[in-house]
């Protein structure tokens, strides 16, 4: 089993920046993609960005430029680094693990964090 523990929501005003942090622990193979993912009120979860193991990054392309997603693997945390937020960013934000092997695939989630942009 894999534990995600986030942290670095709040509120922030429109402009500002956030950095939200995802601890992982537990059975973490060699090879795995860690991530963010958010849902608004009424909206479906969606993907904000995801990292490797390797280093690869994913970004949705809305958010490219605004956020950052990086790991350290050696504490075995995803950081995601928000910039120039947005109202629209408003959202739950949940932290993603994915383990990886040649048999499948394993997902975990977090159990998220709220981010509000609001003056």
């Known amino acids: 089993q894999v534990q995600l523990v986030e942290s670095g929501g709040g509120l922030v005003q429109p402009g500002g920046s956030l950095r939200l942090s995802c601890a992982a622990s537990?059975?973490?193979?060699?090879?795995?993609?860690m991530g963010w993912y958010r849902q608004a009120p009424g909206k479906q979860r969606e993907l904000v960005a995801t990292i490797g193991s390797g280093g690869s990054t994913n970004y949705a392309d809305s958010l490219k430029g605004r956020f950052t997603i990086s790991r350290d693997n050696a504490k075995n945390t995803v950081y995601l680094q928000m910039n120039s937020l947005k109202p629209e960013d408003t959202a739950v934000y949940y932290c993603y693990l994915k383990n990886v092997a040649v048999w499948g695939t394993y997902d975990y989630w977090g159990q998220g964090t709220q981010v509000t942009v609001s003056s």
């Open positions: 537990g059975r973490i193979f060699s090879t795995n993609v």
